[in-house]
């Protein structure tokens, strides 16, 4: 079993910046991708970002260049820094992890953007 554990959401002011942190624990091998997802109210989840085992990376289009994920690996951590919050981003995000034996995901961290 695999655990995921998020951290790092906050009411924030729109402009604001946040880090989201996902520590990773358990039965971790041949990890072939960690990721954010996100889901606002009423709202499906949706890709937020995704880093691959060798390092390479994808974005949601709505990202626009405001979101950068990053791993910590000697710690099994993924991180996802978010610059210029707007109240759009206000969502639950979610930390994904896939490897050889299955899907995981953490229980999210809420993320508030309003004045």
């Known amino acids: 079993q695999v655990q995921l554990v998020e951290s790092g959401g906050a009411l924030v002011q729109p402009g604001g910046s946040l880090r989201l942190s996902c520590a990773a624990s358990?039965?971790?091998?041949?990890?072939?991708?960690l990721a954010w997802f996100r889901q606002a109210p009423g709202e499906e989840r949706d890709l937020v970002a995704r880093?691959?085992?060798?390092?390479?990376?994808n974005y949601a289009d709505f990202v626009r260049g405001r979101f950068t994920i990053s791993r910590e690996n000697a710690n099994n951590t993924v991180y996802l820094h978010i610059n210029s919050l707007r109240p759009e981003d206000t969502a639950v995000y979610y930390c994904?992890?896939?490897?050889?034996?299955?899907?995981?995901w953490g229980r999210g961290t809420r993320v508030t953007v309003s004045s």
């Open positions: 880093i691959f085992s060798s390092g390479r990376t």
């Open positions: 358990g039965s971790i091998f041949s990890v072939s991708s």
């Open positions: 994904n992890l896939v490897q050889s034996d299955g899907i995981y």
